[in-house]
């Protein structure tokens, strides 16, 4: 198994410690992504947490099973060896993690689709603030509006360099996620984000140009349908122009 070549460890204690209480975590079912040498895993511990951790660097796993030989043996911990893209995830009820920057779109999205209560996750600040860009803006993207569509995000505080080592040439923000109900209904999930992936993989285009490519997977009839039943503002709209509630209407008319 390859580490990440982006893993940045975190060394301030301080940070450590403001991480890991930000919520309550003791006697619950805790996630780590990446534990890499164990600074938060230690402190998700002292904290009473029941901790699973997924890493994929071998040679990080040998010394986390010895350093954590005893919360091993009392089934405190559990460690996975693997990538946390790809293996079963065990189950948890909260995450918290010092995330590789590679994966943290692969992850989150396999988060959302997992479900959980609450998730305490570190980003690349720029990655953060495309998160948190409003619908409707120039700035959104899919992760944006699957994020805000499935959850409530909102940031805790943003980390200096410093932080890590080796520190890494950007600033990096802490990120509060919880699940929640979609704002406007949606009847089929993967319908939507079939329909979110799609317009935001040619945001160039109109939405009714971009629909069109869905008829190898939906048929031409639905699809011709699709357009016949929508707003004509909304097919000559790019996809940084739509609202939540235009991502849901094109999903609906396409499921119905």
């Known amino acids: 198994m390859r580490a990440y070549k982006d893993q940045h460890f975190l060394t301030d204690p301080r940070i450590v410690a403001r991480i890991a209480d930000i919520l309550d975590i003791s006697g619950r079912r805790v996630l780590e992504i990446g534990p890499g040498r164990g600074i938060l895993t230690r402190a998700l511990l002292d904290r009473g947490a029941i901790v699973t951790a997924i890493e994929l660097d071998k040679k990080l796993i040998v010394s986390l099973s010895s350093d954590f030989y005893t ?39 396999r988060l959302l689709d997992a479900g959980f209560e609450s998730a305490i996750l570190m980003y690349q600040k720029e990655f953060a603030d495309r998160m948190m860009a409003p619908a409707g803006s120039r700035e959104c993207g899919r992760l944006s509006i699957m994020i805000q569509t499935y959850a409530r995000a909102n940031r ?34 993967t319908v939507y984000g079939d329909i979110v992936r799609e317009l935001f993989s040619h945001r160039r285009k109109t939405v009714k140009s971009t629909i069109k490519s869905l008829s190898s997977k939906y048929g031409r009839e639905k699809v011709e349908e699709l357009c016949e039943k929508l707003d004509p503002e909304i097919l000559s709209s790019r996809p940084e122009a739509l609202y939540l509630e235009d991502f849901a209407t094109i999903s609906n008319k396409l499921s119905s």
């Open 156 to 189: 805790c505080f943003d980390l200096p360099p410093g932080a890590f080592s080796p520190p890494p040439a950007v600033s990096s923000t802490v990120m509060w996620i919880e699940p929640r109900e979609p704002l406007f209904p949606i009847m089929e999930r």
């Open 71 to 109: 919360e091993l043996k009392q089934g405190s911990l559990t460690i996975i060896a693997g990538d946390a893209v790809k293996v079963p995830l065990p189950s948890f009820e909260i995450v918290m993690a010092n995330l590789p920057y590679s994966i943290s779109s692969p992850i989150t999205f």
